[in-house]
Structure formats: structure tokens, C-alpha cells
């Protein structure tokens, strides 16, 4: 028994906001004397309907950053994933530039959110939010924020006759500097060859070996800012010299 009241309602304290009952609650009618006591012992028999212990709403608790899940950057198009917390129904999330501002905000029923904002850095953060009806919306805590951004424009060529590499990239907006890598294999093996702050560099060695003229080789470049003491850096551009 949670509860005994002479009224027509009820409220229920204690809930543990981790997990779901899954205990239904229900009313049972009990009338009391000094001698005697009768109550509905099927609750069932009653005519009151039961309350699953699955609808009763809590506040969602505070979602992790989310994770950048897909790039397109063809239609400069970036995906982001949340985990799913108990008692959500949307999620609400907020995409901010670097300094701070506001540039795009949106609800979703969906854990996946997408956003037009490339070439330069941005933050977003999210949090869930639980509908009780009658027009009442329980928000959970904002997350931490998620730094990010794409887009960054690369190309690079081998400099003739000569074993070497000249990459070139357009200034990433907010950046402050840029690391290189080279890989004989687009798919990892890369090797950082400097972090600089200009927009090209020449690359002679992949590690402590010569280039060689007839060989591919893939060119990467993150662009980085810090914020604060966290530090921001974009995906990965990755380009092809042959």
C-alpha cells in the first residue's frame, strides 16, 4: 500500500526517476469502525482504471553530448545521434556558432538531427523532454556540447619532377591551426606530418621515408580552434594524390 486517503485524489511520492515501474497502480475503496473494516479486495472489481506504472512521466534525465553520425558533405548535410533516456518523447536541440550564438534550434521525435552549417565551427547540445499532457512539458538538464565542423575544402599534388607533395586548403573559418597526416591507404596508416597554421604545406617523407614518384598516397588535414579548455576540430578531409 502506497497510500491512504479520504479524498478523491491522491499524490505519490518516492518515484525513482532511474527506472520504469512496471507495477500498475490502482484505487480500492475501504470504509473503517472501531470494530470492523471492508474493502474491494479484487481491485479489478472496481471501477476505476488502473494507472501502468509505464505512463507515468517523469523528468527525462541529462542526455550525453551527441555524436556526429554521418557526413554529406556533397549538400552540406551533418547528422548527429543521441542515446535514448527514460520518459523522452522528443528531443530538443540547440546549434550554436562559436561564439556563443544561437543559429539553429529545433525539436525532434527522432534521436537523429540534421543541419546545414559547414565551414566554420559550431557547438550543438541537446536534452530530452517528456509531454504530460494538457499542454505541460517536463525538460531534462542540457547536455554538454558536442564541438564540430566539415567542409573544409582540400587539394594537393605532386610537385613535377620532384618527391614531393604540395597540399592546399581554403582558411576553415575560427581555425587556428591545422594537422596534416599522409597514408598510403585511405582507409588508415596515416602518419602526422606537421600542425601548422598556414593553408599549404609541401610534404617530402611519409614518416621517415622518401616519397616515391609512382606511388598514391592520401593526403588528410583537421582543422582545429580551441574553446576554452576543450578543443574543436572538424571531420576529417581526405584527398587522393597519385
Not at 527506472?19 to 472496481?46: C, D, G, L
Not at 529545433?106 to 552549417?117: C, F, K
Not at 494538457?134 to 610537385?159: C, E, I, M, P, Q
Request: with cysteine; net charge positive; hydrophobic share 30%.
Amino acid at each position: 500500500m502506497l497510500a491512504t486517503v479520504t479524498g478523491t485524489s491522491c499524490t505519490i511520492k518516492g518515484l525513482k526517476n532511474t527506472t520504469q515501474s512496471q507495477e500498475p497502480f490502482y484505487v480500492i475503496p475501504v470504509r473503517q469502525s472501531a470494530t470492523y473494516s471492508a474493502y474491494v479486495t479484487n481491485p479489478y472489481m472496481w471501477d476505476v482504471e488502473e494507472i501502468n506504472g509505464y505512463d507515468i512521466k517523469l523528468t527525462p534525465k541529462q542526455m550525453n553530448p551527441p555524436t556526429v553520425s554521418a557526413l554529406y558533405t556533397a549538400i552540406n548535410i551533418c547528422d548527429f545521434s543521441t542515446q535514448h533516456v527514460p520518459y523522452s518523447d522528443d528531443v530538443q536541440f540547440e546549434v550554436l556558432n562559436a561564439k556563443g550564438k544561437k543559429v539553429y534550434s529545433g525539436i525532434s521525435s527522432s534521436p537523429s538531427i540534421s543541419g546545414t552549417h559547414g565551414s566554420e565551427f559550431y557547438s550543438i547540445r541537446v536534452r530530452a523532454l517528456s509531454k504530460l499532457g494538457n499542454g505541460v512539458t517536463r525538460y531534462g538538464a542540457w547536455s554538454g556540447k558536442r564541438y564540430f565542423g566539415y567542409n573544409l575544402d582540400l587539394s594537393a599534388k605532386k610537385v613535377s619532377k620532384k618527391k614531393a607533395i604540395k597540399a592546399n586548403w581554403k582558411k576553415f573559418k575560427g581555425a587556428g591551426d591545422y594537422v596534416v597526416s599522409i597514408s598510403t591507404s585511405e582507409k588508415g596508416g596515416f602518419k602526422k606530418v606537421k600542425i601548422t597554421k598556414k593553408t599549404t604545406l609541401k610534404i617530402k617523407k611519409y614518416g621517415k621515408k622518401k616519397l616515391k614518384k609512382k606511388k598514391a598516397y592520401y593526403v588528410k588535414v583537421v582543422a582545429r580552434k580551441k574553446l576554452g579548455k576543450k578543443v574543436a576540430a572538424t571531420a576529417s578531409t581526405t584527398y587522393k594524390v597519385q
